[in-house]
């Protein structure tokens, strides 16, 4: 059709006009069956303190095992769940899951870590989550500051009003807040400073640019030191090299996450892991660098 229109007239195909390739319109259509065909696993990114290397909380992320093509990141099939709706159901799927095996770890005995889950914008905006959020908690026994909710910030600064009285409704439950891919979505940390936030996770494209643009190590200085002196908790995300880490030292970042030091690990492999940190702190109840 944009042929037909002559040579010098394509019309170029932007994802605003939401064409939907025979391929996407499978995808949807399979993403539909995922849940009641127990498709969604959950892995579980571990993150470490800065200094020490001790384990201090873990990222819960969703992946699909489609039958046929094997492992899909979110990165494909969560656009495609919130355009359609089926995040919320989704999603709910993926906080009950996270907190019945964060409650599990705890019950079997293992170091209480925090869990991040995260949360799209239609989930965020999703009138009974904070209902939904309670009956989770108390379904599965989690205490509520094992549970962090990750929301992005381009989420939060849609609208502020509505997240500021969201986020007071949530914060009451008991949980953590933290704002994700923080340093992406054009705001300044002093329009979220009314926010009830716990945690700011520094987006990996910094972390990623750190060695090729001098400038970029002082935005995350920035960042850090901004976040500090509001009392939050600093994750900077996507650690990949040894001198990324050693920045992150000498500025002081709390934490990191990254495949430097873990992937994210299935539930079974993150008992090991959990069971080796129980073993060190044994041995040595404060870790040194
Ligand atoms: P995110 O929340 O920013 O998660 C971090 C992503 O970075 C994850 O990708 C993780 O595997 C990846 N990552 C961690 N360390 C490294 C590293 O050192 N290098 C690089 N290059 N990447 C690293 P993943 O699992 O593919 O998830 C992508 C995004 O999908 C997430 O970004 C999050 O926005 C979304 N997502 C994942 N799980 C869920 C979920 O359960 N619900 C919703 N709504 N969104 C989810
Ligand atoms: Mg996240
Ligand atoms: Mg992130
Ligand atoms: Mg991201």
Redesign the pocket.
């Known amino acids: 059709q944009a042929k037909a229109q002559g040579r010098n007239n394509y019309q170029v195909y932007r994802p605003t006009m939401s064409v939907k390739t025979p391929e996407l319109l499978a995808l949807e259509q399979q993403l539909r069956h995922a849940l009641d065909n127990d498709e969604f696993v959950?892995?579980y990114?571990p993150q470490v303190d800065v200094c020490t290397g001790a384990l201090v909380g873990m990222?819960?992320?969703?992946r699909w095992q489609h039958p046929v093509r094997g492992q899909i990141?979110?990165?494909v099939f969560?656009p495609i769940a919130e355009e359609s709706g089926l995040?919320v159901a989704m999603?709910e799927w993926?906080l009950r899951q996270s907190c019945q095996q964060n409650q599990r770890w705890q019950s079997m005995g293992l170091l209480p870590l925090r869990v991040g889950?995260?949360?799209?914008p239609k989930?965020f905006r999703q009138p009974r989550l904070v209902e939904n959020i309670a009956k989770i908690l108390a379904e599965t026994g989690l205490e509520p500051q094992y549970l962090e909710l990750?929301v992005?910030e381009s989420t939060v600064i849609e609208d502020i009003e509505f997240t500021q009285l969201l986020m007071r409704d949530l914060n009451r439950l008991g949980i953590r807040l933290s704002i994700?891919?923080f340093g992406t979505g054009h705001s300044s940390l002093s329009r979220l400073q009314f926010l009830p936030l716990d945690t700011i996770?520094i987006d990996?494209a910094f972390v990623r640019d750190l060695s090729r643009h001098a400038k970029t190590s002082h935005i995350i200085a920035a960042i850090v030191a901004l976040g500090r002196s509001l009392g939050l908790h600093l994750i900077a995300?996507?650690?990949?090299t040894q001198e990324q880490l050693e920045f992150l030292r000498s500025i002081d970042c709390d934490s990191a996450?990254?495949?430097?030091f873990h992937?994210?690990l299935s539930a079974e492999q993150f008992t090991l892991l959990l069971r080796e940190e129980g073993r060190r702190l044994q041995r040595n109840p404060s870790p040194s660098p």
């Open positions: 959950v892995m990114q990222e819960a992320l969703v990141s979110p990165g969560v995040i999603g993926v889950v995260n949360l799209s989930q990750e992005t994700d891919d996770k990996q995300e996507g650690v990949e996450q990254g495949f430097l992937r994210p």
